[in-house]
């Protein structure tokens, strides 16, 4: 026994410390992300289910709180069944000695590592208690898919806590760690339940389960998941954002000490947010019809329709969402039978082919016809119908900001995380379009404007020796003109002659310094009159900041996606600096400037171009502005509530038209509207008090308002053919 002085300390096993992955929450506690190279859950021994430890000695170790570390009469009797068998068919080795080799040893077969292992365990077992190895070995085995420990196997394989698992489910997760990739129920399912049904024999054979309980676990169907990444809700480009902001401040053990990322999404409102954009997404697709086949699979090697080889071809191809991989068995005018990624054929009629109709004559595209061997996607209606679908081109952008703190309710990037992991809300920078117009309007309040001030909805034209290159000959999106009109009016309309007139009259240069303010990059918007007509670039995240200020009175708040971070022991690591609108160091605008500013874009979604929302939402506190950008390839709305803004934007990655009519109103509102729906739910409608030193006149829908400074050099509308405005001043770009 010289080796036993010289085994290791069991210091690793006494002050286990796993590693434990990061993982991220929503504000009200679901998980939405985990990263890390072990998944790993620790459990203690009494919060694991008897089953769960039954299934686990019936597989590996029924004489575990018998034996002292080495089982002897379990060597004896997998040396009889080997024998008998002709081969080595069973191993003999306990918890204990599992626990040795995880820890300390390699997996080599020499009889040293064999002495090494069975000193060890002698070592462990007059160290530590049966429940603490047991415990030991229930948080410490690998268990495929990156999996280590049944707590987090039981998440990952069931999508449940281990608390909650079946009797055959602990059956099948007992079985894998003879062999975790061969007994893997993902890979190998008819294998892995080879296994579970051993396991159960053994379980009836121990006493642990009665012929009742094994009857009905050998006929219980497990429902496996398939898909690794699925969380409480979609929250991908969130929880990457948060992923991103844990790493940079703690780069050297931020995957793998436990750390626990709490974000400021509201799980509900987040579930909103992803579906209606998604549905937003689709809808615009199904506008533009059928593109045809995906791709194609050769069928000539496949003995049948129920081949293993088109499970395993399908599974190759990822799923988006609910947008499902089939490949299509046979197809004509009347109907097409599908294989569904997941094992089921479908047989489309009717309605739910006519999406893809054009594609199935015999004049269509040869590379896009749809046939036998052709891979397509289907998805389930509102009905729970299987329909034909299609993977989206356009992408599309959402969030959504308490405006009172900045903290962000719902963020989708993208329409698919795992096809394009470019977040749009942050780094997509597109032309704003008419989206941008509330703020050349909020710095004409600043210099005398009021919403009641007439100005004329006319052609207008630019010469080339005012822009330094060209004639420019602006248009309402429309093609319409009205003449003279109140500015509440043409906001409501979004007339664009009007807005290149209040920039004339304000100077380029102020609205440039003054859109600052809101958070834009002034460099990103140049003082030419396009800035009238949203010619600069922004992102949704700068979008949203912006209108937060109209939303909370006039303060810029700071978006931010994290709340706090927590170590393994629950401490604070971290918590954002929080600073909330009413605090004077963080005010943008006269508090005047933003409640005249919401009554004009409240107009806009009562009586304008998104008057749509009102409709909807059955309410009268919303408030916002569309935006469509020239030849229709950006549209937006941007919109608020007092207690929520939100900024919707579709176009596609490359820049192109999206199509005639898809305005801002017509393609992005919908997705706003989706998520307000759900977030207003609860709220009551409300409207902001009118701040001091600003003075009303007029009724209801006629009801306007001023500066008091400002009263006496501005007539009532009503009175005046048209207010004068101030001396224009014309900025000429560069020559150049």
Not at 92 to 97: D, F, G, H, P
Not at 496 to 515: C, E, K, P
Request: net charge neutral.
């Amino acid at each position: 026994m010289l080796a036993y002085p010289n085994l290791p300390s069991l210091e690793v096993l006494t002050d286990y410390r796993p590693k434990i992955p990061l993982r991220i929450f929503t504000a009200d506690g679901f998980l939405i992300g985990e990263f890390g190279e072990e998944r790993r859950a620790v459990v203690n021994i009494h919060d694991v289910p008897d089953v769960m430890k039954q299934a686990i000695l019936a597989a590996e170790d029924d004489r575990f709180y018998k034996h002292g570390g080495i089982d002897y009469l379990g060597i004896l009797r997998a040396a009889g069944t080997n024998l008998l068998g002709g081969g080595k068919r069973q191993g003999a080795s306990t918890i204990t000695q599992q626990v040795a080799r995880n820890f300390f040893l390699t997996g080599e077969k020499t009889y040293t590592r064999k002495l090494y292992e069975a000193l060890l365990s002698f070592k462990i077992e007059s160290n530590l208690s049966k429940d603490q190895i047991f415990e030991l070995y229930i948080n410490q085995i690998f268990l495929g898919q990156r999996a280590y420990g049944f707590a987090a196997a039981a998440q990952i394989y069931f999508g449940k806590p281990l608390k909650d698992i079946s009797i055959a489910e602990a059956a099948m997760l007992a079985g894998l760690p003879k062999a975790p990739s061969a007994y893997n129920p993902i890979v190998n399912p008819k294998r892995a339940r080879l296994r579970q049904q051993y396991v159960l024999r053994r379980m009836h054979e121990l006493g642990f389960i009665t012929d009742a309980q094994q009857d009905s676990a050998l006929k219980e169907p497990l429902i496996v998941k398939r898909e690794l990444g699925d969380y409480a809700v979609h929250a991908e480009f969130a929880a990457e954002m948060a992923r991103q902001i844990a790493a940079e401040r703690f780069p050297e053990d931020v995957y793998s000490r436990g750390m626990r990322i709490y974000t400021t999404l509201i799980k509900a409102e987040q579930e909103a947010a992803y579906t209606s954009l998604r549905k937003g997404v689709m809808d615009y697709d199904r506008r533009h019809g059928y593109r045809g086949a995906e791709s194609y699979l050769d069928m000539q090697d496949m003995k049948s329709d129920q081949d293993e080889a088109i499970d395993e071809a399908l599974q190759d191809i990822a799923d988006a969402g609910d947008l499902i991989p089939a490949l299509v068995l046979a197809a004509d005018a009347k109907q097409i039978r599908v294989y569904r990624k997941g094992g089921e054929s479908i047989t489309l009629t009717g309605d739910a082919m006519k999406f893809a109709a054009k594609m199935l004559d015999d004049k269509a595209p040869p590379n896009k016809r749809i046939k036998r061997g052709a891979i397509i996607r289907v998805q389930k209606d509102d009905k729970g119908s299987w329909q034909i679908a299609q993977l989206p081109e356009v992408e599309s952008a959402f969030v959504a900001v308490d405006p009172r703190d900045g903290a962000i309710r719902a963020l989708v990037g993208g329409f698919d995380f795992n096809r394009n992991k470019f977040n749009h809300v942050t780094q997509a920078w597109r032309q704003p379009g008419s989206s941008f117009k509330p703020f050349i309007y909020s710095a004409s309040l600043e210099k005398g404007f009021s919403p009641n001030s007439v100005i004329a909805d006319e052609p207008i034209v630019i010469p080339a020796s005012q822009t330094g290159a060209q004639a420019w000959e602006p248009h309402n999106y429309d093609g319409k003109y009205e003449g003279p009109m109140k500015m509440r009016t043409a906001l409501a309309k979004s007339k664009n002659m009007v807005s290149i007139r209040i920039l004339q009259s304000i100077g380029t240069h102020y609205a440039q310094d003054y859109a600052g303010r809101f958070g834009f990059d002034p460099e990103k918007h140049p003082p030419y009159l396009t800035m009238a007509l949203g010619a600069g670039s922004v992102t949704p995240w700068q979008m949203v900041t912006a209108y937060s200020v109209f939303a909370n009175g006039g303060f810029k708040i700071n978006p931010f996606v994290v709340r706090e971070i927590r170590d393994e022991r629950n401490q604070v690591l971290a918590r954002s600096a929080e600073v909330e609108a009413g605090d004077e160091s963080i005010r943008a605008i006269d508090p005047r400037n933003a409640f005249m500013m919401d009554a004009m874009l409240r107009d806009v979604t009562i009586y304008g171009t998104a008057a749509r929302a009102s409709v909807a939402l059955k309410r009268q506190d919303l408030a916002g502005k569309t935006g469509t950008t020239n030849e229709y390839i950006d549209a937006w709305f941007c919109g608020y509530q007092m207690t929520a803004a939100g900024c919707a934007w579709i176009g596609f990655d490359q820049p192109k038209k999206l199509g005639d009519k898809e305005t801002g109103g017509a393609a992005a509102l919908p997705i706003w509207i989706g998520y307000m729906n759900r977030a207003l739910k609860d709220v009551p409608i409300q409207t902001p008090q009118a701040p001091e030193g600003i003075i009303s006149y007029g009724e209801g829908r006629e009801r306007s308002y001023i500066y008091a400074e400002n009263a006496a050099k501005e007539r009532p509308a009503e009175e005046a053919e048209a207010t004068p405005l101030p001396k224009p001043e014309l900025d000429k770009p560069p020559s150049d």
